[in-house]
């Protein structure tokens, strides 16, 4: 596709339920990130992928969170036994190593647990 | 410990009028910095980066200026429109080609008719 697709855009998740949340990165690129935004904070970086390799997962939060890129492009992240205080927007972003560095992003998964 | 800042919440100007965005860093390591611009219900956009080598990039009516010595950047919009308004968030990374990103809070830009 054209751009960074996430899905579900809105989730809405009981507290203790698993949840799983889709992107699909921008065909060719090799990198991709998830970031979590709470709200009025600028989005935090939990971690990333360069092709299927996950490189960095210093920003997950705990051992509930899990993330994966099985094949080098899909990735999903999951979240186990969801809380409150996992109520986000998650971010997924992809690039390509390009001079600008320039990462893009994909509108994001609303995440409310209750 | 919040290592890029952006001080001001909140930014009004005047249609036509030049806007003016602060990003202040603590991490002298910080060797790229990207600006970008985010509508309601929308992911991040980007906006324009200068690399530490630079104290200054411009993109039509974006320019981004970089004081290493002050770890300070800013992002001047001229002339404003009211498109612009969004919310800003700053951003910076080390390493090049290490692609993680630090985001500052963010300031919301209102450009007034």
């Known amino acids: 596709g054209a751009g960074v697709s996430q899905s579900p855009r809105y989730k809405v998740a009981k507290r203790g339920q698993d949840v799983a949340l889709r992107c699909d990165p921008i065909?060719?690129?090799?990198?991709l990130f998830w970031y979590q935004q709470a709200l009025g904070q600028g989005p935090e970086f939990l971690t990333y992928?360069?092709?299927?390799?996950?490189?960095?997962k210093s920003g997950l939060p705990s051992d509930r969170f899990f993330a994966e890129r099985p094949e080098g492009s899909v990735s999903t992240l999951k979240i186990q036994r969801t809380q409150q205080e996992d109520s986000a927007v998650y971010l997924c972003?992809?690039?390509?190593?390009?001079?600008?560095?320039?990462?893009?992003f994909g509108e994001g998964s609303w995440l409310t647990v209750v | 410990d919040q290592q890029v800042k952006q001080n001001s919440p909140s930014l009004s100007v005047q249609e036509g009028r030049i806007s003016i965005l602060n990003c202040d860093y603590t991490?002298?390591?910080?060797?790229?910095f990207l600006w970008y611009k985010k509508y309601p219900a929308e992911g991040p956009t980007f906006l324009i980066s200068?690399?530490?080598?630079?104290d200054k990039n411009e993109d039509g009516r974006f320019t981004v200026f970089l004081n290493k010595s002050a770890k300070h950047l800013s992002l001047h919009i001229v002339p404003s429109q009211p498109g612009d308004s969004a919310v800003y968030f700053c951003?910076?990374?080390?390493?090049?080609?290490?692609?993680?990103?630090?985001f500052g809070t963010g300031t919301r830009l209102t450009i007034i008719p």
């Open positions: 951003a910076a990374t080390f390493n090049f080609g290490n692609e993680k990103l630090t």
């Open positions: 065909s060719g690129h090799v990198s």
């Open positions: 200068i690399s530490s080598i630079k």
């Open positions: 972003a992809s690039s390509s190593y390009r001079v600008e560095n320039t990462i893009y």
């Open positions: 992928f360069q092709n299927e390799a996950q490189l960095d």
């Open positions: 991490n002298s390591m910080f060797d790229y």
